[in-house]
């Protein structure tokens, strides 16, 4: 090797340290300029962009917001948010898995379903299922045993035993669930599709109007004695009876609102009926999809009963529909 060569292959092995260690400067500059001072910010995160444990609790927390306040157009605009087009059918089946789980989020997921148009049978029944509370079961108290105490005149006196009274505990009554409306015929599969049933919650021991019957005549429908109630096979109106905890007939306002958010006045739906009237109901008025509730109390709701009949898939036909409210207490 000649001298030239030696002296090139000795810088090379110089040069080699100095090289590795710029190297890893940059590499640990790099990393403090990152870290330090232009750190990564995320910002405008969306919604949908969260993990779907997330967006679960983001569901559930929309759907407890909703049964407090029962603002569906608010509710919406937040599941909007996750820019999902099958968020009713999530819904569903989030509201399923939790009552399977027995997760009491399942009534209020399967509340604010049904509310959004959900026509499912299992839903329904999630949504109308009262979760009942849980009581404390009473902590058993020790009682005393008796001692023997030596008297020093050679004689055995025992004392007198002494009980501490415990207190029986006080039994709390958990409110038996409430049973759903009976569906005349099955709902929602036999009802139009643009029928929705919003029951309502309340807290243990308030009053509210619950829809115990609900019933659908289609267009000369000749079953579950249609022909008979009234209105007859061409009738076009919803017939409402209020009942109170008895069963007995009661009376109350109507609370119905239409579309645009107003309520409807006596010229829309009539004044109550007495009872001497034919219709053996307390209103009646044309079919229509406004959102029927009883007014002075929390009350579960109705809407959407259109003149559509379900058999001949018309819509404008003659048909009919019978809702019994009843004043019951949570």
Known sequence: MTKPQLDARVLIIAFIPIVVLGLIAGIVIGLWIGWMVWPVQVANVDVSDLQRVSQEEYIVLTAHAYAYDHDLPHAQERLAQLNDPQINDRLALLAKNYAAENNPNATHVAALAV???????????????????????????????????????????????????????????????????????????????????????????????????????????DRNDCPNLPGGSTGTGIYIMLRDAGGGRTSAPLKVTKPDGSRATESDIGPEKSSADMCNCNYTYLANDWRVQVDGASSDTVSGMGLYSVRMKLPQAHVRYFLTFQLMTR
């Open 115 to 221: 509310a959004l148009g959900v026509q499912d049978i299992e839903i329904a029944r999630i949504a109308a299922t009262v979760t009942p509370t849980a009581t404390l079961k009473p902590t058993p108290t020790a009682t005393s045993t008796p001692t023997l105490t030596v008297i020093p005149s050679a004689t055995l006196s025992p004392t007198t035993p002494t009980r501490t009274p415990t207190r029986r505990p006080t039994a709390t009554r958990t409110p038996a669930p409430i049973a759903g409306p009976q569906w005349i015929p099955a709902f929602p599969t036999e009802w139009p599709g643009g029928v929705k049933y919003e029951p309502v919650y309340v807290a243990s021991g308030q009053k509210f109007w619950h829809l115990v019957k609900a019933q659908y005549c289609d267009d000369n429908d």
